[in-house]
């Protein structure tokens, strides 16, 4: 741009240029009350700073609610500055200096963005970009014409604007691209035929299915990724996570040394193997009575919350009625208010509708009153029927976790004896001075080699194991308390908002019919 502001001083976006930018945004009414007083940026969706002589993006971070933002026709070499305008949906980069895609990896909503005459020669760093709808990147240096493969990962994309670009004199350019950009409707201002897709498709087809079974593929994994991740959270949900399978056990012997060593040992092996079978069975069982439980939970919250609206449907539909039979006599009395004008017949209209209103004030209080004992009743049978899903599920998980402590002690029991039996073995082969042919390591014989050494590292890693189980049963125990709090807190504290909330209702619906009562106009 700097063919046409030769004599301009380039600058760096400040704050007197963005309020200045902003205030002339303002309808002429509200001008002067801009230039008065501080806007409040955060209130700001729009901004234009085209044809400012901008070299540098900058002071643009307090205006976080920005979703259009023009920096057209200036001379900005880098795109910067942006990171906090996640909320950015129409971008205009055009008409600048710029060199390399960089800086947009936070603008994740942006659907509309052009990047229009810079001196950009790659197609980069879009990737985040998922929502886009529209690309200008038209008039730069871009020479080589695969680089627009990369915009396949843009799903959204339709509108896309190439042209003025080298690569676009290149022989079948328009097919290439619309071969590997098969959701394109416009490309270069002009719409995708069906003719044109078709031709595309099948004079490139050897170079796009590739991309097709690898993105295919890809998805695959992706999609096996999400629903692993799905699953743990459904798991976590249900306080079952890393339950099924071997991977409680598998955790209990991470980074476990001696265990390794000794499992060479003849018989640790067997024992070993054994214990993995019975303490994994345990395992598959807490996980599904903890997915069991879960679902009984989610069926006494489900049901609480469905009589509730129940109970709140039938006190809504009767508070309807009582206001509705209200409504209809007070504008008749009303309009005979108005009728009679002063005197003694407007004067009993008058205190019949102050008794009236009264009446209607007693009866939705009432009401209030039924509903609210109701909905008490309705949350001491939750919270007791809550207190006794909790009290099971923590009885049945300590009843379970008991088994596994009791398994591990097992054993160890078998182990240490398994251990000693064979260091009195290696004693007397010692003493004997007979060739061993148990064919242990060399560092298994050294472990061996030390009663008390041996001992201290086999009952650490037995109270390393009881404590790891120690914590999984704590975890359970701390969320099944948490759930159990929440929940009902939650229940009590909706309830006792809605109360308030009604009451609050009742008497300014009361107010303002008095109101209209006393400012009814006498003729």
């Not at 085209?50 to 023009?70: G, R």
């Not at 996640?86 to 942006?110: Q, R």
């Not at 390794?260 to 807490?286: H, I, M, Q, R, T």
Request: charged content about 30%; glycine content about 2%.
């Amino acid at each position: 741009m700097s063919q046409f502001f030769s004599n301009v001083e380039p600058t760096i976006i400040d704050d007197e240029m963005v309020q200045k930018a902003i205030e002339e945004k303002c309808p002429e009414d509200l001008g002067d009350l801009a230039r008065r007083e501080n806007i409040n940026l955060k209130v700001v969706t729009e901004l234009q700073l085209s044809f400012k002589s901008i070299l540098q993006i900058d002071n643009l971070w307090p205006l976080e609610n920005l979703t259009k933002l023009q920096l057209d026709n200036n001379f900005i070499e880098k795109i910067e500055g942006l990171k906090s305008l996640v909320h950015l949906v129409w971008l205009d980069l055009s008409f600048n200096n710029i060199e390399v895609i960089e800086g947009l990896d936070t603008l994740v909503k942006l659907q509309d963005l052009s990047l229009y005459s810079n001196r950009i020669s790659k197609i980069e760093h879009l990737d985040m970009l998922q929502e886009l709808q529209i690309f200008s990147i038209g008039k730069n240096n871009l020479t080589i014409l695969e680089d627009v493969v990369c915009l396949r990962r843009l799903k959204n994309l339709r509108t896309l604007n190439l042209s003025g670009n080298p690569f676009c004199s290149t022989e079948h350019y328009r097919l290439f691209v619309v071969a590997h950009l098969p959701s394109l409707v416009y490309l270069d201002f002009k719409l995708v035929r069906h003719s044109t897709r078709h031709a595309a498709a099948v004079k490139y087809q050897d170079l796009t299915e590739p991309l097709e079974q690898e993105e295919a593929q890809v998805l695959a994994v992706q999609e096996r990724e999400e629903a692993k991740q799905k699953e743990l959270e459904y798991h976590q949900t249900a306080f079952v996570e890393y339950l099924n399978g071997s991977l409680l056990f598998d955790s209990l012997y991470a980074e476990d040394r001696e265990a390794a060593k000794l499992a060479s040992v003849p018989g640790v092996g067997d024992l070993l193997e054994a214990y993995k079978k019975e303490f994994v069975l345990l395992s598959e069982n807490l996980f599904n009575y903890g997915l069991e439980e879960y679902e009984k939970r989610e069926a006494e919250v489900s049901k609480f919350y469905k009589r509730l609206h129940e109970i709140l449907t039938v006190n809504q539909q009767e508070s309807k009625r009582i206001i509705s039979d209200f409504e209809s006599r007070n504008q008749r009395r009303l309009d005979e208010l108005y009728q009679a004008g002063s005197g003694d017949i407007a004067e009993c209209k008058r205190a019949q509708g102050k008794e009236d209103i009264q009446q209607l004030w007693d009866a939705l209080m009432t009401l209030e009153a039924l509903v609210s004992n109701d909905l008490e009743e309705l949350l001491q049978d939750f919270k007791r029927s809550i207190d006794v899903i909790a009290s099971t599920f923590i009885e049945t998980i300590q009843g379970m976790f008991s088994q596994c402590r009791a398994l591990e002690n097992e054993h160890h029991e078998k182990l240490m004896e398994i251990v000693i039996s064979t260091m009195k073995k290696l004693e007397e082969e010692e003493e004997s001075e007979e060739e061993s042919e148990d064919g242990l390591p060399d560092e298994v014989r050294k472990l061996l080699s030390d009663k008390t050494t041996i001992v201290n590292a086999v009952d650490e890693s037995h109270c390393t194991r009881l404590r790891r189980i120690d914590k999984r049963e704590s975890d359970m125990l701390c969320n099944i308390y948490q759930w159990q709090i929440s929940v009902t807190q939650k229940a009590f504290q909706s309830e006792s908002d809605r109360n308030r909330a009604c009451i609050a209702k009742i008497m300014c619906f009361i107010n303002a019919l008095q109101k209209e009562l006393d400012n009814a106009v006498i003729q």
